[in-house]
């Protein structure tokens, strides 16, 4: 499996590639890790590849995927603030273990992000457009390589990260269906 994922950095979209580690899912926490005092998250939307492909045109993207989750894509601020200087810091700050919480999958594609913070008051995230379409996003990534089914690829919104804290609740919410919770440990 392949997790494969466009990014806003900089102001400029990048294809950035994880890990199978760096999956977590099943509502459980992310820790926190102890190299890094500036972590923050990005939401976006996650694609379960279906089927093979290789250089797949854009208007055929949506047969190449079959369900649609949120997730959160963390990053090591600081870390990667230092990897403009370190190039290995670049997958340490973004690839490291569990850096992406994916929710539950389905068909929904609008999703209301909210972030509980410890003392129990929730706030609402505006949330932007994607970096590129889903569709689009098939296309690029099988022109590099060939997408095969279980492939994951995350596509975040164009906006700045949000901080985040120990014990605040990352909560996506699609038809008044929890979709998505993650506990910041």
Same mark, same amino acid.
């Given at each position: 499996?392949?997790?494969?994922?466009?990014?806003?950095?900089?102001?400029?979209?990048e294809?950035? %590639?994880?890990?199978?580690? #760096? %999956?977590?899912?099943?509502?459980?926490?992310?820790?926190?890790?102890?190299?890094?005092?500036?972590?923050?998250?990005?939401?976006?939307?996650? %694609?379960?590849?279906?089927?093979?492909?290789?250089?797949?045109?854009?208007?055929?993207?949506?047969?190449?995927?079959?369900?649609?989750?949120?997730?959160?894509?963390?990053?090591?601020?600081?870390?990667?603030?230092?990897?403009?200087?370190?190039?290995?810091?670049w997958?340490?700050?973004?690839?490291?273990?569990?850096?992406? #919480?994916?929710?539950?999958?389905?068909?929904?594609?609008e999703?209301?992000? #909210?972030?509980?913070?410890?003392?129990?008051?929730?706030t609402?995230?505006?949330?932007?457009?994607?970096?590129?379409?889903?569709?689009?996003?098939?296309?690029?990534?099988?022109?590099?390589?060939?997408?095969?089914?279980?492939?994951?690829?995350?596509?975040?919104?164009?906006?700045?990260?949000?901080?985040?804290?120990?014990?605040?609740?990352?909560?996506?919410?699609?038809?008044?269906?929890?979709?998505?919770?993650?506990?910041?440990?």
């Open positions: 499996m392949k997790i494969i994922g466009f990014a806003y950095i900089d102001g400029h979209t294809m950035v %590639l994880k890990g199978d580690s #760096s %999956l977590l899912n099943g509502r459980k926490p992310m820790f926190v890790p102890d190299w890094t005092h500036d972590l923050r998250f990005t939401p976006c939307i996650v %694609l379960r590849v279906c089927r093979l492909g290789k250089n797949i045109a854009a208007r055929f993207g949506s047969r190449y995927y079959d369900a649609v989750a949120p997730g959160a894509d963390f990053v090591a601020h600081d870390v990667l603030q230092n990897a403009r200087t370190n190039r290995h810091s997958l340490h700050a973004t690839g490291f273990d569990f850096s992406l #919480s994916v929710g539950e999958f389905g068909t929904d594609t999703y209301q992000w #909210s972030l509980v913070h410890t003392a129990g008051t929730e609402p995230i505006r949330t932007g457009e994607w970096v590129i379409s889903p569709d689009e996003a098939i296309h690029c990534v099988s022109e590099v390589m060939t997408i095969r089914q279980g492939d994951l690829i995350y596509i975040q919104q164009k906006m700045d990260a949000h901080i985040v804290s120990t014990n605040e609740i990352l909560r996506a919410v699609a038809n008044q269906e929890e979709k998505l919770y993650c506990k910041i440990k």
